[in-house]
């Protein structure tokens, strides 16, 4: 199956660029995506809920990101399987900026698909797959746009020396910004035109009213063998029917039959006489 496509993202090459990288961006912004866990450089295992129509169900398989070319493009390839059927999917996309500080979206995807899904139209498989790829695109927008909150990655497990067990654990020490000031913010910076070379790497001051300081991160964070990253539970909506709703109606049909039971057997007694 082919599907071919695009979509307008609001936001300037650059960001779009950094959130297509970023699992911490993509376990939020695919639709149904429910946890990555990075096996490898720009490879996750992914959990992922998805159907069409009546056929649906979770979907476990592995996702890798190839041949960048920042900022103009990258290879996606994707293979999952579950009880619906099967999924072996390689999509390219292109970036390309756009009147207005937008970003034009192109993506060319090769799919096969088996199983009870395989079954399915082609024609209605691709406009599913048209309707999800919307999706997501709108939510990366929504997301570069300040309107998601921080995804919480769980660190893969590090290793601890005995040396590092007898000191116990090591609390870096931290003052807290008196108002008004600007806080350091520490780590690798990138050199700024005209500045000396000891500068380079040094923590930069950040006023703490800077727009900067709370804005969506546009440099992806390189993830480690792994390290997991879920979706908000928040975000998952219902998964499944509550338990609540399903006794009051069995009550309520128990209650009718027991009625309709007694009335019968008045009725019955009644003609007898």
Known sequence: ?????????????????????????????????KRLEATGADTYRMTVTAGVASIKGVYEGEVALSDPEEPEGFTLRARGAGAPGTVDATVRIRL?????????????????????????????????????????????EHHLRGGAATVTAEPAPAETTPAQAAAGPVVPATTPAAPGTSAAVPGPTPAVAGASPATTGAAVAVPASSPAATSPATTAVPATVGQVFERPRAE???????????????????????????????????GRR
Do not use: H, N
């Not at 496509?5 to 961006?25: E, F, I, N, T």
């Open 236 to 270: 998952r909506g219902s998964s499944g029917t509550p338990v609540w709703p399903v006794l009051t109606a069995f009550g309520m049909g128990a209650g009718v039959a027991l009625g309709s039971a007694v009335i019968g057997w008045l009725l019955g007694r009644s």
């Open 1 to 33: 199956m082919k599907v071919v496509g695009s979509a307008v993202v609001g936001v300037d090459r650059g960001r779009v660029w950094a959130a297509l990288q970023d699992p911490a961006v993509l376990v939020r912004t695919i639709p149904g995506c």
């Open 96 to 140: 390309s900026e756009v009147d207005g500080g937008s970003t034009r979206v192109d993506y060319d995807a090769e799919a096969v698909v088996g199983g009870m899904i395989g079954g399915v139209g082609q024609r209605m498989l691709g406009s599913v797959a048209k309707k999800t790829a919307g999706e997501f695109f709108t939510a990366v």
